[in-house]
C-alpha cells in the first residue's frame, strides 16, 4: 500500500523554522522525484520545491528561495524541506509529491499533508 506521510508542521513565530517530513511507502523510493507542495486558504495549491531521484538537482518557488531546502534520504525513504526565516505568507497546508523519475513509469502520490502556522 502507497503512502506518503508527512510530519514537522505546527505553529512558529516569523522568523522561526521547521523542517518537514515525508515518509514514503508501499513504492521504490528512489526511482521518484519528491516536491513539496502548499495551499494556503483561498489559494490554489503551489509547488514550493522539488528534487530529483538522487538528489541531484533541486528547483524551488522564488518566495522560498535562500529560505528553503529540500533534501532526501532515499536509505530512509523520506523527503525533508527545512524551512528558516518563516513569514506569515508561508501559512499554508504543505503536502508531498511523489512522480516516477526520468526513465521510470507510474502514478504520481500525494500525502495528506501537514498545517504550518506563522504568526506572533
Known amino acids: 500500500q502507497v503512502q506518503l506521510l508527512e510530519s514537522g508542521g505546527g505553529l512558529v513565530q516569523p522568523g522561526g523554522s521547521l523542517r518537514l517530513s515525508c515518509a514514503a511507502s508501499?513504492?521504490?523510493?528512489?526511482?521518484?522525484?519528491m516536491s513539496w507542495y502548499r495551499q494556503a486558504p483561498g489559494k490554489e495549491r503551489e509547488l514550493v520545491a522539488g528534487?530529483?531521484?538522487?538528489?541531484?538537482?533541486?528547483n524551488y518557488a522564488d518566495s522560498v528561495k535562500g529560505r528553503f531546502t529540500i533534501s532526501r534520504d532515499n536509505a530512509k525513504k523520506t523527503v525533508y524541506l527545512q524551512m528558516n526565516s518563516l513569514k506569515p505568507e508561508d501559512t499554508a497546508v504543505y503536502s508531498c509529491?511523489?512522480?516516477?523519475?526520468?526513465?521510470?513509469?507510474?502514478?504520481?502520490?500525494w500525502g495528506q499533508g501537514t498545517q504550518v502556522t506563522v504568526s506572533s
Open positions: 508501499g513504492f521504490i523510493f528512489s526511482r521518484y522525484d
Open positions: 528534487i530529483t531521484t538522487f538528489g541531484g538537482s533541486t
Open positions: 509529491k511523489a512522480k516516477p523519475g526520468r526513465g521510470y513509469y507510474g502514478y504520481d502520490y
